[in-house]
């Protein structure tokens, strides 16, 4: 039997626990935990994502200050604002919607946020912080994984783990906290030779490729544990049809947007191989917020000097 890993209700449980958090910390220090969302330009995927979050934030207690900034905002405003985030008591996290507009300075403007605010996980003090072991942040999906792996009892140390994927937001500090968990890992990108053969090695299979249905029996063992990180937007319907096992729901969702959103796995196919599996939607996707809201609720524990409940 194939555990489906659900990622909706574990996103939930997630989220609900930093509403408690929040609360406790609202009565503590009279103030909620607070995260700042910076938004350069009008791209509709990043107005998604920004409005979603700001939804989970209020959601569960917490303040959201929105930044919404014209697409021409020169860099030296957006260093001024991140400076001015970091100076206010009120922010917690700082989180700028990635990707920015081509003429700003995408490294520059994230290596400026307070390290101590940087829910992201992204500055170089905090990916450093990572790999020797110290208490920082860690981007949001990967931590979402590592949570919910742990939540569903799947052991990690001494296993061995190939991640495809060696992406600075999900594929590298993916490793990094596998490692910390002692598991083996591999890591795996588009140089990799005979990549089905080395996946089929895994114990625990992480897909963040970002290439629908790449990942089909061939890489999978029987057994093994496999992560879809990837969300791709299929409009060929043929392998539509193919990657979401002819599904009535999605097909006719499919009909309506003219594509559907698949993983980086063949679910149809890996499914009946694997021991656990994420689906695509309602696996990884949903643990990223949950996690923002997470590592904000930290970000205030810490700067407030506060304890975490037991357990939390
Ligand atoms: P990315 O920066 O484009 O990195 C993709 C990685 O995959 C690169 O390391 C690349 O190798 C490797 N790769 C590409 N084609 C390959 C192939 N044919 N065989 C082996 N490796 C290959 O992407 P990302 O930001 O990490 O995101 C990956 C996927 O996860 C995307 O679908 C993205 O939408 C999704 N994502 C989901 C969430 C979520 O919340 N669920 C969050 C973030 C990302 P090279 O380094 O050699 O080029």
Redesign the pocket.
Known sequence: MTTILDGVATGATIRSEAAEAAATIRNQAGRAPGLAVVLVGDDPASQVYVGSKRRACEAAGLASFGHLLPADTPAAELFALIDRLNADPAVDGILVQLPLPAHLPTRELLERIDPAKDVDGFHPVNVGRLWIDEPGFVPC?PAGIIEMLRRYDIPLRGRRAVV????T???KPMAGLLVRESATVTV?????RD?PGLCREAEILIA????AG?VDASYVAPGAVVID????RVSDRSLAERLTGGDEKRMAAFERNGSVLVG?VDYPAAAPLAAAITPVPGG??PL?VAMLLANTVTAARRRLGLQAAAGG
């Open positions: 999906t495809i994927g060696r992406s937001i999900v594929g795996a990108h588009s140089k990799t990549l963040a490729v970002g290439r790449l990180v990837g969300m791709n980086d990884v996707g990223t």
